[in-house]
Nanobody
Framework: QVHLVESGGGLVLPGGSLRLSCVVP????????IGWVRQAPGKGREGVSC????????HYVDFVKGRFTMSKDDAKSKIYLQMDSLKPEDTAVYYC???????????????????????WGQGTQVTVSS
């Protein structure tokens, strides 16, 4: 069973920073991709970033580029999302998610806006407000 556990959410002022963590089973680090997805109040889920396991590359949607950084620590079996210059519109529940293979033929790199994942964490709330 694949169990993902996020932490690190909270209340932060606009312009502030937070670092989210996601503990994953070690074998998940060999899965095709791990992603961060968020869901704002009253809205659908939207992909934020992803990491392709084969080469460790990270990818971001435009509205977080330059502000968010995704990384991993293999020794701790953790995935991180460093969020800087936070804005009120970043308020959402943030989920980490993973899939063992690509679902699009020929896909070699994960897409940060992807929502097709096999396993999801329970989410952690991020609130950006003054």
């Amino acid at each position: 069973q694949v169990h993902l556990v996020e932490s690190g959410g909270g209340l932060v002022l606009p312009g502030g920073s937070l670092r989210l963590s996601c503990v994953v089973p070690s074998f998940v680090l060999d899965y095709y991709a791990i992603g961060w997805v968020r869901q704002a109040p009253g809205k659908g889920r939207e992909g934020v970033s992803c990491l392709t396991a084969s080469d460790g590359s990270t990818h971001y949607v435009d509205f977080v580029k330059g502000r968010f950084t995704m990384s991993k620590d293999d020794a701790k079996s953790k995935i991180y999302l460093q969020m800087d210059s936070l804005k009120p519109e970043d308020t959402a529940v943030y989920y980490c998610a993973t899939k063992s293979r690509p679902y699009v033929r020929g896909e070699r790199q994960c897409r940060p806006d992807d929502l097709i994942y096999e396993y999801w964490g329970q989410g952690t709330q991020v609130t950006v407000s003054s």
